[in-house]
Nanobody, 121 residues
Framework: QVQLVESGGGLVQAGGSLSLSCVAS????????IGWYRQAPGNQRELVAD???????NYADFVSGRFTISRDVSKRTVYLQMNSLKVDDTAVYYC???????????????WGQGTQVTVSS
């Protein structure tokens, strides 16, 4: 079982910045991908960015260089730095962990409780 605790959401004006944190209850240095997803009202949950256990990163097209995902393995923490925020970035942001097993049928996915990000115009 993996527990994820997000923090750092809040209210910010358009053009501002926020930094989200996700602390995992297990090591994130091996066979784990940590991702940030978001879900706005009426929309499906979508990937924002993720980072693999080797440090490789992946971003959604809409990020357009505005967000940066990073991690501190020693703290079991993944960060999402969000700059140049837009009203359309308003959503609940969720941390996700996928543990990759040697046998894919044992892969598991876990979710945090989510943190609200509201961007005002």
């Amino acid at each position: 079982q993996v527990q994820l605790v997000e923090s750092g959401g809040g209210l910010v004006q358009a053009g501002g910045s926020l930094s989200l944190s996700c602390v995992a209850s297990v090591s994130i240095s091996s066979r784990v991908t940590i991702g940030w997803y978001r879900q706005a009202p009426g929309n499906q949950r979508e990937l924002v960015a993720d980072i693999g256990s080797g440090g490789s990163t992946n971003y959604a097209d809409f990020v357009s260089g505005r967000f940066t995902i990073s991690r501190d393995v020693s703290k079991r923490t993944v960060y999402l730095q969000m700059n140049s925020l837009k009203v359309d970035d308003t959503a609940v942001y969720y941390c996700n962990a996928t543990k990759w097993a040697l046998n894919p049928k044992y892969d598991r996915t876990y979710w945090g409780q989510g943190t609200q990000v509201t961007v005002s115009s």
